[in-house]
């Protein structure tokens, strides 16, 4: 069993993940028409953070310590199942999708309770939108990953995408181009993006993710900010995974293709902050069901056959 | 099998003793604490080995009553569903020895003892009887003595009515089950189990629709279920733990006994469970969510997990109907695995409520608050059992959760019937799944999270030690059973060679065997991983000094308690948009001036089946009734009339 | 030529999931416009061989027909009876998406049912059927008079793309006729919706439903 590769890709994506928040955050004031901050200002955030000495409500608890340990453990582990490259992970068995899913939810799990530990009506406002809408993202997502196992044939991650090649973009290229477009309206409402959410505000109303962090500070703010890059290098290998067919053989050219790509999403996702406005908060749902209904559609797509 | 006897003379000789002690509660508590202690551990032993070496136990004695036997068979599907049995009574009865001492001298604790440990006995011998009538004699004292239970507190009206629907629903129950066993044995000398001869056409059909609403009345599936939500938040918390974690369960064992009696299955069969599993799991889970009281969360909770179970067995069906020994074999295990670790989990959640009731006073989530400062332990536990119940790793909800996933996406290489049915369940899941991480979260951070809402909360007082050792060894086992997935498949396959077929078992095991080691190797990674973080923490920490205050609230310099987001505002965005379903009753607040001083704002969740189903037709047939009221007119000559008319009509009949 | 055919069929049910959930009316009759364009250069890519001179010139002709000539008619019936911009939708976002998927799925085990020749592209039938129903779903669920002749034409798209199912070649005559029909429908109803407002200044169907001068109490019931 090869040992070295697949450790080797779970180390780049964890030394990496912090450079995708940068990359967006540097398209959206490219059309801003500012300079932006450096590329790598998560990095320096996250290392001043960890320098710094919490401040604790008195009104919570070890829960709201706990919160930011669980999602930090349960991304980490979910890195070692990612596909990289089309190459075999770590960790991939049959099923190992249904496992990634949960424990996704494991650290949204840990999040809102830390969130309604704080006793604070902001963060209770947060957590009870980001439980809402899990309810209509992940059975998009499943059924998404339903269709690409039954176009693949299948059963594990590593798997599904490793037999994503160019030919299977020829004979089902619309299946897959619903897929992709449901697998990034997952994203932007999973990662707290425009339109779904806006990581950058901090009107009380309008915050989903980031109102569920307010009293988070120190380490416990870094093992959150990291999380989120993780997250967010999460749905983008995914969504790179289905769009770069090509295996060209060498490892080393399909890793570098792979890290362009995982680059190339970040940028569209920046674009599409800086092109969309922030949808009506009763509207996020429906974005969510549009998504749901792209999977759907898809996966009957793929049924009729 | 003879240790399972004994434990079951211990369970009836230590009620009998208990009954003895009433005058003195002291005495009654330790009998009939010890006897269903010891009981469990007598009978956990037998239970284990039929699991490990496959080979089931008989003993048949003879009885005096007509078409019955003393016949008792401990295969190895019986000893799975025995497990938790005797598990989660003992801890049970461990927990009620300190949660029932706040009664005594005000209840009758030796009738209580008593009907808790005839309930178990009753449960351990539908469990292992082989023969109908013995079956039914079990399945009746169940009945009774839990309903002796949930009028536990009969000052209560609540109680009251909600015995009155238990007992109603569970008599319905048992008239059904007597009619399926009646045609069943039909062509048999007897009603032993082994005797009944498959019946094909009509009469299985009317045995299947037999078994399904009367199992289905004690399972608790959706439309059946109105009784679940009354009656398991009246009874004690302890008995609440039992009954919602192993006595909905023999209706789940009974239908797959049935199910055996009745192959070869036809198509419909399958289709009928998985569609009723997956309305009951979606629609259970967003019951669940919308309910003001912990422990009614809890018993609508069960009911989606029952759901959940029942649609696997469906799954099963369809794919064992349609050829694919893999998908049936693991839609079956999954289902035989979340029974399991159901009664652990919604075990311990209950004897959590259990102790924010014995500690706080009150179950009203908009009441609470604060709990886990006050109860630490408790919160934990209770933390942990929402974990299992939201399936999340490494706790062990997610096992047989998977199971049943990895049994519908193997769908994804059939076309037609085997697909769609994969899909269905598989979407089924995935909605149930978060709404339920929706409800637990929102009641465990209600009530245990943030500040305290009232004064009762407030001045909440911690569980005692033995309900904490009941919760914590729960919580344990809640833990290992989630890491140990690949050692539970050995009895896993036994039971489903036992109930189904050893084909479908090994198909099951083989395909299930290598994700199994792989999640328990994760769940261990990712703990690994969190005690790693803590520890770095601790370092990044140092002897640095972590400052303290309020919360920030963007600010607000003086929040109130009420201020925090409470139940029915964390399940607002969810429960708004679905209101066609669940039609909750509010009161909104009407504002005429510009600048109000005093508004109020009430929700509350009404039991949509029961308002909207049962009670309009509950009208209907009493008006019904009412048409022939002039046949009770009081006038004894006529009535006497009657008897002679009905002779004289039975004698010209036969002549 | 397969795959981009497939592509336009995905295109016109991805229209009609949009036409389901819109809100406003001038982006239903653009979805329209160009559910009736897509439709009109769909024979060119099912053809054998190359595009002939014919099927050009119908393809023009349909194009201009559905892409230009119908939508203006509808603008120009919206304008002057001075309707409101929202569509008025009868259910909600989430239950007209469901019922749109749940015509594709039913209009999916239709088109393995039906006894049809074997179709070049693989998802005709259904998507022909699923729009016709999107037809009918507009038709029903909206209140105001244009977006049921909306509905009107949707159908007609969706019968449009069946008949593609079924003919090998362009039946011309055929198709010319329900084309002529279609039209003067349209403009029918155009200069119908003009009178209806002009009569009762407003094209709310749900009030047109009982007749003027009988109004209720005055006969007794």
Known sequence: ????????????????????????????AVFAGRKGPPLEQLYYDLIKLLRKAPVYSRTSTWVFKAGPIAGFAALMTALAMLPFAGRPAALAFEGDFIFLVYLLGLARFGTVLAALDTGSAFEGMGASREMQFAVFAEPAFFLGLAALARITGEGSLAGMFGALTG????????????????????????????????????LELTMIHEAMVLDHSGPELAYILYGASLKLWLFGAVIGSMVLPRHSGSWASDSGMFLLVMFGVAAGVGVVESVLARLRLTKVPYLLITAFAFSALGLIFQMAR | MLLVLISLVLLLGSSALALLFRKNPARSQDAGAYGAVAASLAGLLPAVKVLITGAPETV???????????????????AFFLLPVYLLTGLAAVYGADYLKAYAGRKPLGL??????????????????????????????????????????????QARRASYIYLTAGGAGALLLLAAFSLLGQASPSLDFAAFPHPQGQTATAVFLLAL???????????????LPEAHPAAPSQVSAVMSGVMIKTGIYGLMRFLGFLSPWPDWYGWTLLVIGAASCVLGALFALAQHDLKRVLAYSSIE????????????????????????????AGALLHVFNHSLFKGLLFMGAGAVLHGAGTAELEALGGLSKRMPSTAAFFLAGSAAACALPPFNGFAGEFLIYLGAFKSVTYTGPLALAGVIAALALAVAGALAAAAFTRAAGTAFLGEPRTEKAAKAHEAGPLMLFAMGALALLCLLAGLAGPFLLLPLGSAVAAAFGLPLAVAAAEAAAVPLVYISASALILLLIAAIAMARRKAFLGTKATAEGPTWDCGYAAPSPRMQYGASSFAQPLTDFFQPILRKLGQYPV???YFPAKASFSTEAQAVFYNSVYIPAAVKIRDLAYRFSWLQHGRLQIYILYIVVTLMGLLLWKL | MHTFAEFIIVFIILINLALSVTGSLSACIKLVALQGVVAGVLPLMAGHGGPQGRAVAFAAVIILLKGAVFPWLMMRARDSSGASKDVEPLISYPASIMLCLGAFIASSWMGTRLPLPEAGVAWIVPASLATIFTGFLLITTRRKAITQVLGYLVIENGIYIFGLALFVEQPMMVELAILLDVFVAVFVMGIAIFHISREFDHIDTAELSELSDWRRGEYGK
């Open chain 1, 1 to 28: 069993m090869e040992i070295v590769k697949p450790l080797f890709q779970i180390l780049a994506a964890a030394l990496l993940a912090p450079l995708l928040p940068g990359v967006v955050n540097r398209v959206k």
């Open chain 1, 167 to 202: 030919e299977t973009w020829r004979t089902a290229a619309p299946v897959l181009a619903l897929l992709t477009a449901s697998f990034f309206i997952v994203l932007l409402a999973e990662n707290s993006r425009v339109p779904a959410d806006d990581p950058n505000t901090h």
């Open chain 2, 60 to 78: 048949s004695l003879p009885w005096a009553v007509p078409l019955g036997s003393l016949s008792f068979n401990l295969d190895p599907l019986a």
């Open chain 2, 112 to 157: 209580a003892w008593a009907a808790f440990n005839v309930l178990t006995a009753a449960m351990v011998l539908v469990f292992t009887s082989a023969n109908g009538v013995l079956f039914m004699l079990g399945w009746e004292l169940m009945a009774a003595a839990s309903f002796l239970l949930v009028l536990f507190e009969h000052e209560k009206e």
């Open chain 2, 213 to 227: 609403f009367g199992f289905g009345l004690k399972a608790g599936f959706i439309p059946l279920h109105v009784w």
């Open chain 2, 305 to 332: 997990n029952i759901g959940i179970i029942l649609m696997a067995l469906g799954l099963g069906v369809v794919s064992a109907v349609h050829g694919s020994p893999v998908m049936a074999g693991l839609a079956f």
């Open chain 2, 591 to 593: 504002l005429t001036e």
